[in-house]
Nanobody
Framework: QVHLVESGGGLVQPGGSLRLSCAAS????????MGWYRQVPGNQRELVAI???????NYGDSVKGRFTISRDSAKNTVYLQMNSLKPEDTAVYYC?????????????WGQGTQVTVSS
C-alpha cells in the first residue's frame, strides 16, 4: 500500500502564493510520475502539474507560468509552488502518484487539500 500525505493548503488572497507538498511512503516500487490535480464541486478533476522521475514536467494550460512543480527523489516528495493565485484556482488539490512495476502501473491518490483564493 502507498500513502500520500499532502500539506500546505489554506486561504490566500488573490495574487498571493502557496506551496503544496506531498510525501509518498509505503510499498513503492518505482515512481513513474507524481503530480497534482484539482477539482471543484460539479466539475471533473483536472490536471494541474505532473513530473516524471526523469524531471519531465507537464502543466495545465490555466497554471502555466504561475505554478512550478518540483520533486525530492530522496524523500519521495513532490512540491507545487503556486504564485499569482487567482480566485479561479480555488479547489481541492489532490496529489497523484503513478507507480510502475515492470509493464503495469498503479495509480494512487491523496485525500486532498483545500486551496481557497479570496479577499
Amino acid at each position: 500500500q502507498v500513502h500520500l500525505v499532502e500539506s500546505g493548503g489554506g486561504l490566500v488572497q488573490p495574487g498571493g502564493s502557496l506551496r503544496l507538498s506531498c510525501a509518498a511512503s509505503g510499498s513503492i516500487f518505482s515512481i513513474y510520475t507524481m503530480g497534482w490535480y484539482r477539482q471543484v464541486p460539479g466539475n471533473q478533476r483536472e490536471l494541474v502539474a505532473i513530473i516524471t522521475w526523469g524531471d519531465m514536467t507537464n502543466y495545465g494550460d490555466s497554471v502555466k507560468g504561475r505554478f512550478t512543480i518540483s520533486r525530492d527523489s530522496a524523500k519521495n516528495t513532490v512540491y507545487l509552488q503556486m504564485n499569482s493565485l487567482k480566485p479561479e484556482d480555488t479547489a481541492v488539490y489532490y496529489c497523484n502518484l503513478v507507480d510502475r512495476v515492470l509493464v503495469s502501473v498503479t495509480e494512487y491518490w491523496g485525500q486532498g487539500t483545500q486551496v481557497t483564493v479570496s479577499s
